[in-house]
T-cell receptor
Framework: NAGVTQTPKFRILKIGQSMTLQCTQDMNHNYMYWYRQDPGMGLKLIYYSVGAGITDKGEVPNGYNVSRSTTEDFPLRLELAAPSQTSVYFC??????????FGPGTRLLVL | DAKTTQPTSMDCAEGRAANLPCNHSTISGNEYVYWYRQIHSQGPQYIIHGLKNNETNEMASLIITEDRKSSTLILPHATLRDTAVYYCIVRVAINTGTASKLTFGTGTRLQVTL
């Protein structure tokens, strides 16, 4: 199993541009999550999903959108990139409310 | 949310046991304690979790006090590859209990030295 994979690994965006961060898991987990980690800080929950077609906001959802059309994929969309969205983004998955397993992260720089 | 308090940093000699403390005095009766670690800027790696009883796996042991207000993560024989930031987290139910979230603090930076 590859576990949780994320693409791209690193991206530079200009202010106002948009992009989609991809996340895929092959563990047949029903729950998936997006977190962001600012320098020197812990992770904060952006959005989560408890199954295909079901998503909900976390602690810091503003400026982001998600969709969950399949069990495996949970993309995170940034519509109008802002410098405040410079961060490292981690995707995670779990079987129901059990242990969450994280991907390697996407480092995003907005200039 | 139940908050956790950890030392900012700790040192440990290679081959010795690393004991990482965590205070979670506001934890509720059905909330689990989780430990993750993060090496450099990689994704957090799951280590161990527990509710009331002490737990052990191939990576570490978790000792939870009887009143559940604190816990200790034990790496029995630390190696240089165990140098990382260790997070003690209380898993909190959200959305009327249909999901849960992990609230990461700033963790303990463990430095293992020769």
């Amino acid at each position: 199993n590859a576990g949780v994979t994320q693409t791209p690994k690193f991206r530079i965006l200009k202010i106002g541009q948009s992009m989609t961060l991809q996340c895929t898991q092959d563990m047949n987990h029903n729950y998936m999550y997006w977190y962001r980690q600012d320098p020197g800080m812990g992770l904060k929950l952006i959005y989560y999903s408890v199954g295909a077609g079901i998503t909900d906001k976390g602690e810091v959802p503003n400026g982001y959108n998600v969709s969950r059309s399949t069990t495996e994929d949970f993309p995170l969309r940034l519509e109008l990139a802002a410098p405040s969205q410079t961060s490292v983004y981690f995707c995670a998955s779990s079987y129901s409310m059990e242990t969450q397993y994280f991907g390697p992260g996407t480092r995003l720089l907005v200039l | 949310d139940a908050k956790t308090t950890q030392p900012t940093s700790m040192d440990c000699a290679e081959g010795r046991a690393a004991n990482l403390p965590c205070n979670h005095s506001t934890i509720s009766g059905n909330e689990y304690v989780y430990w993750y670690r993060q090496i450099h800027s990689q994704g957090p790696q799951y280590i161990i979790h527990g509710l009331k009883n002490n737990e052990t796996n191939e990576m570490a042991s978790l000792i939870i006090t009887e009143d559940r207000k604190s816990s200790t993560l034990i790496l029995p024989h630390a190696t240089l590859r165990d140098t990382a930031v260790y997070y003690c987290i209380v898993r909190v139910a959200i959305n009327t209990g249909t999901a849960s979230k992990l609230t990461f603090g700033t963790g303990t930076r463990l430095q293992v030295t020769l």
